[in-house]
């Protein structure tokens, strides 16, 4: 039995429950502002505190997997309880690991996001395409099967990244245009909503790019960052309808309250939304 593709269920999410997703990021300095320690019992209270609150309601949530895999065997296990309980409530869970490599070692990363018998078995990944596009086809592969998405970064926030990412390929084209048309291809003749997406930050300004990948965008840089839901259509044009804008400072500083947690978030989905349809 083919599975739904994660294209399709994204886009059910989205439009039923706002395009936001929400990272979940328990590095050390957020868990002292919790009031909670930087061990496993604090990172477990965090996490659980964030799923409780937020996966019955927000499309995506984010696990940061670095943020978990500092605490070795015992933060991998919160990670994995997070996933299994974020996805029970119906959030759609996006791995943020930034898995690349080639050969037997992509697909071994494959294998531990993508594989449904896997406990880290996310409904996505991010991954880095700059081994080559080429490099991902074990990870894109594994999530056809398992109707699961990929996000590859294209355009990221962060500045140092601009040195690899706009530079120029041997046919003229940016290194970032030639990964968003790999994508493209990837996603053609898929509905509503191919599942390979870039990742392309919201503080750009003009992304300068065509985004016409007939696929998701993860934004990261709303809120702490700099960028607002506002500037969400002048970076992306006419593919704003497929933003799916990334915050998580912005939600997760209200915490530990929950009903903190859950206004943030319904105020800046609605925000996105305000954005999104008045473009």
């Not at 949530?61 to 299994?84: D, H, M, N, T």
């Not at 999530?143 to 590859?152: E, P």
């Amino acid at each position: 039995m083919i599975p739904e593709p994660f294209g399709a269920r994204l886009r059910h999410a989205m439009d039923t429950r706002g395009p936001l997703c929400v990272g979940i990021d328990p590095h050390a300095s957020l868990l002292t502002a919790w009031g909670l320690n930087d061990d496993v019992a604090g990172l477990e209270h965090f996490t659980r505190t964030v799923v409780e609150a937020l996966a019955d309601r927000v499309a995506v949530l984010k696990p940061q997997s670095a943020f978990f895999e500092r605490f070795g065997s015992r933060g991998i296990a919160v990670l994995e309880k997070a996933v299994e309980e974020a996805r029970a409530a119906g959030a759609l869970v996006l791995m943020d690991a930034k898995r690349g490599d080639i050969g037997s070692t992509m697909g071994a990363y494959a294998a531990t996001y993508l594989d449904k018998d896997s406990p880290l078995f996310s409904d996505a990944v991010t991954v880095s395409p700059y081994l080559g596009f080429g490099s991902l086809r074990p990870a894109l592969d594994a999530a056809v099967l398992s109707g699961a998405g990929v996000f590859v970064l294209a355009l990221t926030s962060n500045p140092e990244g601009a040195e690899v990412q706009r530079a120029t390929a041997t046919d003229g084209r940016s290194l970032a245009q030639l990964m968003l048309d790999h994508m493209a291809a990837e996603n053609e003749g898929a509905t509503p909503l191919g599942s390979v997406g870039a990742v392309v930050g919201a503080t750009l300004g003009d992304a300068g790019v065509n985004l016409a990948i007939n696929g998701p965008l993860l934004a990261p840089g709303i809120g702490a960052q700099g960028a607002t839901p506002a500037d969400l259509p002048g970076v992306f044009g006419d593919a704003v309808g497929n933003v799916v804008p990334s915050v998580s400072r912005g939600v997760l500083s209200r915490g530990p309250d929950v009903a903190g947690l859950r206004a943030a978030a319904e105020r800046l989905t609605d925000e996105v939304r305000a954005a999104v349809a008045g473009r």
